[in-house]
């Protein structure tokens, strides 16, 4: 979920966010150096749909709300999130479903379930190890959707529905799969500007219909590159959305400044995102445990050298700033969890300390 989103940086020539769109760059995969996809829900039914996702289930970790207000983002929201991105190509979904802390998490968003050419789904792991990490988050409170598509992984999904004639039976077997999963919604993460209009809007549409009366939630990773692209009222469907900033905190201030202004997202709806990497001149990517690795002192700052580049990122003073600011929304979203390191220079735990 941000492969395409940084490319839109590069072509645009600017380090903050523009609000007309530009054309989106191709997907690669990997960490520690290499670019990789882009992005960013417990057992709770019946969620408000008028006021979005309430953030509450049963459980200690989710529903975690603040009463201090946000650095300049005013008071809190009742319910603040922490939604946090996991990748299916960094270790199995087994693995993860023994080791994360679910502390103060709210939504955990798997990614990223693709579409086939029957118009079904898969999310890119083991039936088992999905339900373990399912079970895990459950048992924490905590909620978890399938994200759908990504940066590149997307063009599977657009396939689909650009044929209006699959869009039914494609938000079918994403009900059925959302249900075989236990997955307490879905996550539409479609980063490509020019397939963002009628058919997109009547997808949306259909799964709010098919999956909302459900008590599943139908959520969205968005970025203002994409927004001429997508008609205002599918965006103002989503229970929430997340918000793909992975700079500084300027861009977050206008980003969302830009979704609650311009576009009229109510401040509850909308969760800011945050990077766990950094990117160099030339926007090639780095985990932030990879930083770390090459100068031990990188928690302390946000630009660091790796392998002779300088890379800009989000350190620990910085990532706690944005977090205090996502209390005036309706909280803070990261990709992605593998890139954190486990130490005390933890970006989850400055997140986990502040929300």
Known sequence: MRTQFLGWLTSCALLAFAVSACSSTSETTGSGGSTTSSAGGGTTTGEAASTGDTGSSSGGAAGSSSSSSGTGGGEPVSTTRVVAYLPNYSGSYGDWAKKIDFKKMTHLN??????????????????????????????????????????????????????????????????????????????????????????????????????????????????????????????????????????????????????????????????????FFGTDSSYAEYAYKDILDADGSAWSKDQATVKGKKVNYTGMESMKKIAEYSKGFGGIMFWELSEDTTDEHSLYKVIQDTM
Request: glycine letters at 10%.
């Open 110 to 275: 798997l990614a990223f379930a693709l579409a086939n050419g029957n118009n079904g789904w898969d999310m890119g792991a083991s039936d088992q190890d999905v339900k373990a990490l399912v079970t895990a988050a459950h048992a924490a409170g905590v909620k978890v959707l399938a994200s759908l598509g990504g940066g590149g992984g997307d063009q599977t999904v657009i396939a689909r529905y650009k044929n209006a004639n699959n869009i039914d039976e494609l938000v079918d077997k994403l009900d059925q799969f959302v249900a075989a999963h236990d997955f307490d919604g879905a996550d539409i993460d479609i980063e490509d500007p020019n397939n963002l209009g009628d058919n997109y809007s009547t997808f949306v549409n259909k799964t709010v219909a098919k999956l909302r009366p459900e008590g599943k939630l139908v959520t969205a990773a968005v970025a203002q590159y994409l927004q001429d692209g997508m008609s205002d009222d599918t965006l103002h469907q989503y229970d929430f959305v997340n918000v793909m900033v992975y700079t500084n905190y300027d861009d977050s201030v206008n980003a969302l400044d830009f979704y609650s202004g311009n576009k009229g997202v109510p401040k509850d709806k909308l969760t800011l995102g945050a990077g």
